[in-house]
Each structure stands twice: as structure tokens, then as C-alpha cells.
């Protein structure tokens, strides 16, 4: 906690309070107290809420492209979200051509290439490409691979470091027969690790093995021992064919409990397992909260759940039937042990929610210890979306008529706001702006604010107390893209993805 003890006594203040409203969450590990942003959306809860302050938003100090071959026009990929370790080494997942990969290490001071490695993993078919998603757990990096495999590389701030590989079924498996394990073989969902070093990840099998591996859920621990279930078994339903594209794990705050989405072509359940054995301790069939049928997960989606202070969890899914919520989705929350349905989100269909400590918006007068940050778009011309596009906090614990739907509760708006850009694309909608095109949103909550990037081109800082934006810097000519995540690494440097490029931005 040193870089605490340094800061000045009005940061500390705020640090303090702005912690003590999390505590009940956040298991922070030690090298995200220091400022790393190790995961998918900061960490195994998916929270996006830094432990250091943003700088400001003055300068691209650097960039660096994410895919080495980007289409022209819209950009339907989901890139992956860039990694910052304790030293501040910028790991980045690059696209390198149609469907191939390689991870590399940036230093996050100066933008210079430390490493480049090369991986053999290749991206599900999904409506949109899926993301490379790797992982930080001590000193180490895990990448995913070909063959269902996982590369290891040590010292992931260093030049060279030493690269093995882990196998979920056994490496042994793996030699009898690789070139089946190969091409049959297929990890779909970004990695995640919990305190202990435990690796979790969905994969695909395409084809039939040895082993009989089927379509599942794979943990492997810090030796190097791998077991797995099939989304069919360990769900309960023969049907069920898969774990969620791009559905990233996401733990309890005591990690005890390990939360993963499964699916088939009509419609699926999350899953709440022991994180230790994978056992099953409850389920929860996704349905919309407003026609009561099967919801849709979407596998052009990258929405991950979001567990909170509490320990309720929250995921994103697709309305049924669609578009009747104007393709917002919904942002599905339910308890621990997902034995109890809660009030719904009225956006959700790719959005990874962030959580906003209720003490960094002060304005806010209600129960809640924390809110929920969210993409809030309207899209022009689908169902009676106006164009409209906003970015929310709302209050899990509190409700009000569905903004689309009136007979339906949701949760309750505790401040929005609305897109700058006008959209030239919908002259016939007044007031139409262009989308936010995020998938995960930095929460800063020393400065009370949230930095979200749009498909304008810009970032933006959201101040959330005069609910205005304080800050904004142009990235790009602007983009009709995939959604987006937004990080700050532990020198307080902000990273937004906007058409194919990393940016580095600060004072």
C-alpha cells in the first residue's frame, strides 16, 4: 500500500471512502492493489474499477494497432482487452490476419515493443470475431492457444521469458495424438484466474477425440492439473451444446463460486459452480423479464457477467422476441446462488456492467452501497429506437417502468447522458447520436468518473458529479465498430480501442 501512504491527504480521503465502498467485494489480490488491470474488465469479478487515478486526457502518448489487416468500412470484431502489469508492461492482443493472432508487450511508458508472442489460437465463428482474451496471475501470462492449450510465458515485463504449455486433458492426451486435439479442439472465451492462480475458460469441440471431450468448462490449477465438464452434464440439459462466446468466468467475491453462461441455438441458462470441483450449485434458465420466453444469447455478444459487493451477479442477454426492445437487450441480475431473479437492467445485449461505488455519485440519495455502470444506446430505426444513445448509472435495488416497454420494471435511472455526435446516418431521427461502443468502461473513482469511448472517435471522461463530460480526446475519424473496452493502467495512462488502433492517453 505504499502508493497510498504517498498520495496527497485529499486523494487519500477519497481513496478511503471510495474503497471502504467496495470492501465488501472486493478481494482485491496484491497486484491489483498496485494499479494492474490483470483481466477482462480489471478482475475475476469483472468490476472495471481502477485502484489508481486517470490522468488526464490531454495526449496520445503512443499507439499501436490491434489488427494488422483491419476491413474497410464497419469493423464487426471484438478486440481484446489490453492487459497492464504491476511494472507497466502493456500486454496487447493483435489481430494478424484473417483468423490468426499473437499477443504483445508494450512498455507502458514509452510505447516501445518489449516481445512479441505468437499463438496458434484462432477465434470461434461468431457473428462478430470473438477476442483473444489472456490473463495475468503473478508473475505470469496465459494466452490461449491452439488445441484447447495454454501458453504460459514467465516475466511478462521482461524481454525474453520462458514459455510452457498447459493442457486442460492432459499433455500426455495431447501427444498420442496432437493434430486431432488441433483441429477439434478450441477455447471461446476470454481466461480468467482467480486469487489462487486457478485458470477457468469455455472451449468448443468441433470434432471428436480420443478422450470423447465434449463442449465445456476447463479449470486448471496452479500445478498444472486440469480437469473439465461438458455444458451439457454439468447443466443439466442434453441440449445445452456450449459455454457462451466470449462469456468470460467470473468469480464470487470470496471465490467460492464460479459463474458462466451455456447455451444452444434457442436459449440458455447461467450457471453458478464450485469453483474448486466445477460441481453444480444452482442454475438459472435466461429468459426475458418482459414476454417471460427464452432470452437469446447471441454469439456476436461479448457480454461476461458482473458480480457485485454483494455477491449478486448480473449478465447481459438479447430480448425475445426481437427487436421488441429496440435490440437493447437486458441486463439480467440475479442473487449468489442465482436462487433469486432481481430487478432487471434496460440495456444489456453486449455490455459487461461496470460498478460505481454510490459514493461517487453525489447526487444519488438512495440505499444502495453501489451502482451499476451501463451502455444505455437506442438504436435508430430498430423497433421505435430513436437514435438516442446514451451511457447510465443505475440502481440495482431500486425501479421504474421500462423506458421501452412501460409494463415492465427495470432498474432505476440514477443519472444519464447522451451522446454528443450527431449520427448522419438517421437524418430522419432528430436528435440521433452516434453509438457508444464500449463493452467494458473504466471506472475512476478518484475522480469520480467514468471514461468511455465512442464510435465518433472519441473518449470521453463522464464526470459524475456535474454529469457532464469534463474531458474529451479524438482518437479517430470515428467508426461503426464492435464494442470496446476502455482500461487504466497503473501509471494512470487510459487505453481506448477505436477503428483497429490501441491508444495510449494521458497528461
Not at 471512502?17 to 496484491?30: G, H, K, V
Not at 520462458?162 to 486435439?181: H, I, S
Amino acid at each position: 500500500m505504499d502508493n497510498v501512504i504517498k498520495m496527497a491527504p485529499s486523494r487519500l480521503i477519497l481513496f478511503v471512502l471510495c474503497m471502504a465502498a467496495c470492501t465488501a467485494m472486493l478481494t482485491l489480490n496484491a497486484s491489483a492493489q498496485t494499479g494492474a488491470w490483470l483481466t477482462h474488465s480489471h478482475d475475476e469479478q469483472h468490476t472495471a474499477l481502477s485502484t489508481v487515478q486517470s490522468q488526464p486526457l490531454d495526449t496520445i502518448h503512443w499507439h499501436v494497432p490491434v489488427d494488422l489487416h483491419p476491413p474497410d468500412g464497419e469493423i464487426f470484431i471484438h478486440y481484446g482487452s489490453p492487459l497492464v502489469t504491476q511494472a507497466n508492461t502493456v500486454v496487447v492482443p493483435v489481430k494478424t490476419g484473417a483468423n490468426s493472432f499473437r499477443v504483445e508487450g508494450i512498455n507502458g511508458a514509452t510505447g516501445a515493443r518489449l516481445w512479441t508472442q505468437s499463438t496458434g489460437w484462432q477465434a470461434p465463428g461468431a457473428s462478430f470475431i470473438p477476442a483473444l482474451g489472456p490473463t495475468i496471475s503473478g508473475n505470469q501470462l496465459f494466452v490461449p492457444d491452439i488445441a484447447g492449450r495454454v501458453l504460459v510465458r514467465q516475466n511478462p515485463d521482461q524481454a525474453k521469458g520462458t514459455v510452457t504449455r498447459l493442457y486442460f486433458y492432459g499433455v500426455k492426451n495431447y501427444r498420442k495424438d496432437p493434430a486431432v486435439y488441433a483441429q477439434n479442439v478450441q477455447i471461446d472465451t476470454p481466461l480468467t484466474t482467480d486469487a489462487n492462480g486457478n485458470l477457468y475458460f469455455g472451449f468448443l469441440v468441433l470434432g471428436s477425440t480420443p478422450l470423447n471431450l465434449q463442449s465445456g468448462l476447463a479449470r486448471i490449477a496452479p500445478d498444472g492439473t486440469g480437469t473439465w465438464v461438458s455444458a451439457a452434464a454439468v447443466s443439466g440439459d442434453p441440449a445445452i451444446s456450449q459455454v457462451a462466446i466470449s462469456c468470460a468466468p467470473a468469480l464470487s467475491p470470496d471465490g467460492s463460486l464460479l459463474y458462466v453462461a451455456v447455451d444452444n441455438d434457442s436459449y440458455g441458462y447461467l450457471l453458478a459452480l464450485n469453483s474448486t470441483t466445477l460441481a453444480l450449485v444452482n442454475r438459472v434458465r435466461l429468459t426475458d423479464p418482459s414476454s417471460k420466453l427464452d432470452a437469446w444469447l447471441y454469439d456476436g455478444s461479448s457480454a461476461t457477467p458482473t458480480v457485485g459487493p454483494d455477491g449478486d451477479v448480473y449478465f447481459g442477454v438479447l430480448e425475445n422476441p426481437f427487436p421488441n426492445h429496440n435490440d437493447r437487450g437486458w441486463l439480467l441480475h440475479f442473487n449468489s446462488d442465482l436462487s433469486k431473479t432481481k430487478t432487471p437492467g434496460s440495456f444489456g445485449w453486449d455490455d459487461t456492467a461496470s460498478i460505481v461505488p454510490a459514493a461517487l455519485v453525489p447526487s444519488y440519495r438512495g440505499k444502495s452501497k453501489y451502482l451499476l455502470m451501463t451502455k444505455y444506446n437506442n438504436y435508430a430505426g430498430i423497433g421505435t429506437g430513436d437514435g438516442h444513445n446514451r451511457i447510465a448509472i443505475l440502481d440495482p435495488n431500486a425501479t421504474e417502468k421500462d423506458p421501452v416497454i412501460s409494463t415492465t420494471r427495470v432498474m432505476k435511472e440514477v443519472i444519464t447522458i447522451l451522446g454528443v455526435t450527431p449520427d448522419p446516418e438517421f437524418p430522419e431521427f432528430p436528435g440521433a447520436v452516434r453509438e457508444w461502443c464500449i463493452n467494458t468502461a473504466a471506472v475512476d473513482p478518484f475522480t469520480k468518473s467514468i471514461l468511455a469511448n465512442s464510435e465518433d472517435g472519441k473518449l470521453y471522461r463522464w464526470d459524475l458529479t456535474s454529469n457532464s463530460f469534463t474531458e474529451v480526446i479524438t482518437l479517430s475519424t470515428g467508426v461503426g465498430e464492435a464494442y470496446t473496452p476502455t482500461v487504466i493502467g497503473g501509471d494512470g495512462t487510459a487505453y481506448a480501442i477505436n477503428d483497429a488502433i490501441l491508444d495510449a492517453v494521458g497528461h
